[in-house]
Nanobody, 125 residues
Framework: QVQLVESGGGLVQAGGSLRLSCAAS????????MGWFRQAPGKEREFVAA????????SYADSVKGRFTISRDNAKNTAHLQMNSLKPEDTAVYYC??????????????????WGQGTQVTVSS
């Protein structure tokens, strides 16, 4: 059974940093792109960042470019999202996802096949 588990969320002051992790189990995702999405209260889920299967290509939402960095460790079947210079508008539940069929990163949520349960990130002003 495929399972994605996020961790690393929490409460941080504006300007601070957090590092989210996503641990995948049940199968290897070496050939699959991985992504991070977020959903704030009352808003739709939105794309944050994605990374190719080999890790050489990344994609970011304009709102996080220059502040967030996505990475992955295929040997450990994990992905990470380093978040710096956090802002109150970054407050949301963050979800890890796997695009099972494609190695290239995409910001389209419908192309992701597996999702984690989410981890809460709260940024205070």
């Amino acid at each position: 059974q495929v399972q994605l588990v996020e961790s690393g969320g929490g409460l941080v002051q504006a300007g601070g940093s957090l590092r989210l992790s996503c641990a995948a189990s049940g199968r290897t995702f070496r050939g699959s792109a991985m992504g991070w999405f977020r959903q704030a209260p009352g808003k739709e889920r939105e794309f944050v960042a994605a990374i190719s299967a080999a890790g050489g290509v990344t994609s970011y939402a304009d709102s996080v470019k220059g502040r967030f960095t996505i990475s992955r460790d295929n040997a450990k079947n994990t992905a990470h999202l380093q978040m710096n210079s956090l802002k109150p508008e970054d407050t949301a539940v963050y979800y890890c996802a796997v695009n099972n069929l494609h190695p290239s990163p995409t910001g389209i949520a419908g192309r992701y096949d597996y999702w984690g349960q989410g981890t809460q990130v709260t940024v205070s002003s």
